[in-house]
């Protein structure tokens, strides 16, 4: 039974930071892509960020330089460090996993599992 489980959603102003954790079980975590997605209300699904097991990451480029992905595969943790946080980043934030790969310009697979979500909401 694969169970991803995040945490360290919440509110924040305008500029502020937070930091996501997802923990993984039940799955092969050291050899999978991991990533997070966002949503908010009454939009699509956006990728954010991926990293592979390899440590390869992927950003989308309207986090670049303020988002950094980190994983930690001995304690099968996945991080979301977001810096300089804006209203529009406001969204539900859910980690992903998959059997899948991320280069520097792509990923695939990383998705097959995904957690229920924390809420990032700045304002």
């Known amino acids: 039974h694969v169970q991803l489980v995040e945490s360290g959603g919440g509110s924040v102003q305008a500029g502020g930071s937070l930091r996501l954790s997802c923990t993984a079980s039940?799955?092969?975590?050291?050899?999978?892509?991991m990533g997070w997605f966002r949503q908010a209300p009454g939009k699509e699904r956006e990728a954010v960020a991926h990293?592979?097991?390899?440590?390869?990451?992927k950003y989308a480029d309207f986090v670049k330089g303020r988002f950094t992905i980190s994983r930690d595969n001995a304690r099968n943790n996945l991080s979301l460090l977001m810096a300089a946080l804006q209203p529009e980043d406001t969204a539900l934030y859910y980690c992903?996993?998959?059997?899948?790969?991320?280069?520097?310009?792509?990923?695939?697979?990383?998705?097959?599992?995904r957690g229920q979500g924390t809420q990032v909401t700045v304002s």
């Open positions: 039940g799955y092969s975590y050291s050899s999978s892509c």
């Open positions: 992903a996993a998959g059997p899948g790969w991320v280069s520097g310009t792509a990923f695939f697979g990383c998705d097959d599992f």
């Open positions: 990293i592979d097991s390899d440590g390869t990451t």
